[in-house]
């Protein structure tokens, strides 16, 4: 049986006590009520709070609103929601200081697909300062070919609903014929990271004889080479990488065994390093603190990206 509720929502704040990104994970899409299941909540929570935990990245606030002059900043975004695959816009989005904002929510996702997510797509108008304040966020260039960087103000991700899940968080496999949920978390918030969208990840890709490569710097060091791609937005498929020293296959390659589990390796750590994300060295786990404040809430990625299961 499924849950219906008409107004759920959890603000979930990740805060590390020496890395700067929170993210806040809202619910007020998920009609279906697939997160009414605490053991769901519990791995999106902790697959997400495992990466935000590594980024260092002081993002500027975004702000809306009158100015001095008699006229508005505007900052308007833009995403799909996660429960019904419709567009949703949204105007004078706000975006608190160091923080990605991450609407949630699960659908009957067609084929094979486990996830799909990306960065939310945005329009803004306003005063010169405020313009390059929202678009960079304190971050280096952010579009076009001289992208070096990437400062979303979140994104949206959606999950399978009708999938045979393990919420399991451990690193062990789940049981035969289930999808682990928490390595699909990671997958699917990389690209809301930028993987497959971001500028900066897009001007690394080389075409050589009809094959992609990626040259970020750090990705080619932790690889030992160029490295190999599925397509624009994923690792080749079976590219494998290490988890403190254990190999295993890399995260944002474009499928998940059924029955495996992948954790965020170091080759997609470096990936982000070279989108332009600050990354820090592994954390010891107790430095991890996850704040969750239920709120009441009343009820067009900029480009998204899925994963699909592999028997």
């Known amino acids: 049986m499924v849950l219906r509720l008409a107004t759920f929502a959890f603000f979930l704040t990740v805060q590390v006590s020496f890395a700067e990104v929170i993210v806040q994970i809202d619910y007020s899409y998920d009609s279906s009520g697939f997160f009414t ?8 929570e ?8 590594r980024l260092n990245d002081d993002l500027t606030a975004i702000t ?35 923080t ?6 699960a659908r009957d996702l067609p084929g094979e697909t486990l996830g799909i997510g990306g960065a939310g797509g945005w329009s803004l108008s306003g005063l010169p300062d405020f313009v390059e304040s929202a678009r960079l966020r304190g971050q280096g260039e952010t579009q076009g070919a001289v992208a070096i960087d990437f400062a979303p103000w979140g994104g949206a991700i959606t999950f399978d609903s009708l999938a045979d899940w ?30 497959g969208g971001a500028d900066s990840w897009k001007n690394k890709i080389d075409n050589v004889n009809g094959n992609l490569f990626f040259h970020g710097s750090a990705s080619v060091a932790e690889f030992g080479g160029l490295v190999p791609l599925f397509n624009q937005s994923h690792w080749g ?8 020293g254990i190999v295993q296959e890399a995260v944002l390659d474009p499928t998940l065994t059924v029955g495996k589990r992948k954790e965020f390796s ?46």
């Open 64 to 98: 809306p609103g009158p100015t001095p002059f008699g006229f508005s900043n505007h900052y308007n975004v833009a995403f799909t929601n996660p429960s019904t695959g419709t567009a949703v816009n949204i105007q004078d989005f706000a975006v608190p200081d160091k």
């Open 166 to 195: 393990s919420f399991d968080t451990s690193l062990a496999d789940p049981g035969s014929g289930f999808n682990s949920f928490i390595s699909v978390v990671e997958h699917e918030f990389g690209h809301l990271l930028g993987y």
């Open 46 to 53: 902790t697959g997400i709070a495992h990466i935000a935990s």
């Open 266 to 311: 170091a080759l997609d750590f470096a990936g982000l390093s070279d989108i332009g994300w600050e990354v820090l060295a592994v954390p010891e786990p107790s430095s991890i603190v996850l704040l969750i404040v239920p709120i009441a809430f009343s009820a067009f990625m900029a480009r998204k990206s899925v994963i699909n299961s592999r028997a």
């Open 237 to 244: 498929d079976g590219i494998m990488s290490n988890v403190n």
């Open 100 to 105: 990605l904002i991450v609407y949630v929510g």
């Open 37 to 44: 299941n605490s053991a769901a909540r519990h791995a999106l």
